[in-house]
C-alpha cells in the first residue's frame, strides 16, 4: 500500500462531497475555464488561493513561486501570465504576498539558503530601494512586513510593465492589476490599495 494512501482517499470523500453538493460539478470542470481572476501568489504551503478568497476551482487562475515574484526573465511566469491575458482574458490580476513569508524573511536576515538566493536576489534589490525605511524599523518582525508590503508593490508594477499587459490595454482590453497581503494570523486579506487598470498609469519608459 503507497504511504500515501491517505491522500487518495482523502481525495475520493472531497470528490463524493462535491458530487453530493451538485451532480453536475465535474461536468462543468470539462468545459472551457473562464476565470476572471489570476493570481501570483507565494508558494508557501499556508496560503492556497481559492480558498482564500473562498473560490471553487475554475474561477481562478493561479501562478505560484517563492515570494510571490513577477520577473520579467521568467518564462514560467511570462507564460502563464500570457495565456491568463490573451486566451482566458481575465478581467483582474491579484499579486499577493502573506505576512510571515519565509523568502522574505530570508532577505530581512541576510539568511545564506542556498540556489533559492539567486532568486531572493530580486527581494534583495527591493530592500536597498527601501533601505532607509526598512533600517529605520528596529522591529525585525515589523520590518518583514513592511518589506512584503513593498515587494508587492513592486510586482504588480512589474506585472504592468511587461509586454503583454501593454499590448493588452493598447488593444483596450480592460484589466487590472491589484496588490494584496494576507496574514496567517487571522486569514484577512489587506488591500494595498495600489491598483492599475491602464497604459497611463505606467511610467512613460515602460510603455510600449
Known amino acids: 500500500m503507497s504511504s500515501l494512501e491517505h491522500l487518495f482517499e482523502a481525495n475520493r470523500q472531497w470528490a463524493s462531497e462535491m458530487r453530493?453538493?451538485?451532480?453536475?460539478?465535474?461536468?462543468?470542470?470539462?468545459?472551457?475555464?473562464?476565470?476572471?481572476?489570476?493570481?501570483?501568489g507565494c508558494a508557501d504551503s499556508r496560503v492556497s488561493a481559492d480558498q482564500i478568497v473562498g473560490l471553487m476551482p475554475g474561477e481562478l487562475f493561479v501562478h505560484r513561486n517563492v515570494a510571490n515574484l513577477a520577473v520579467h526573465t521568467d518564462m514560467n511566469f511570462l507564460s502563464v501570465l500570457q495565456y491568463a491575458v490573451e486566451v482566458l482574458k481575465v478581467q483582474h490580476i491579484i499579486v499577493c504576498g502573506h505576512y510571515g513569508c519565509g523568502g522574505i524573511r530570508a532577505v530581512v536576515d541576510h539568511s545564506k539558503l542556498g540556489l533559492i538566493d539567486n532568486w531572493l536576489r530580486h527581494v534583495k534589490d527591493i530592500y536597498n530601494m527601501h533601505k532607509p525605511v526598512l533600517e529605520a524599523e528596529t522591529d525585525p518582525d515589523r520590518r518583514t512586513d513592511l518589506l512584503c508590503e513593498f515587494n508587492v508593490t513592486e510586482q504588480v508594477k512589474n506585472v504592468a510593465r511587461t509586454t503583454i499587459l501593454q499590448d493588452a490595454w493598447r488593444t483596450g482590453q480592460e484589466i487590472s492589476v491589484h496588490g494584496w497581503v494576507y496574514s496567517l494570523k487571522d486569514g484577512l486579506l489587506?488591500?494595498?490599495?495600489?491598483?492599475?487598470?491602464?497604459?497611463?498609469?505606467?511610467e512613460d519608459e515602460y510603455q510600449v
Open 190 to 202: 489587506k488591500d494595498l490599495d495600489i491598483t492599475i487598470t491602464s497604459r497611463e498609469m505606467v
Open 20 to 40: 453530493d453538493l451538485d451532480a453536475a460539478f465535474f461536468d462543468r470542470l470539462c468545459e472551457v475555464q473562464e476565470p476572471l481572476h489570476m493570481w501570483i
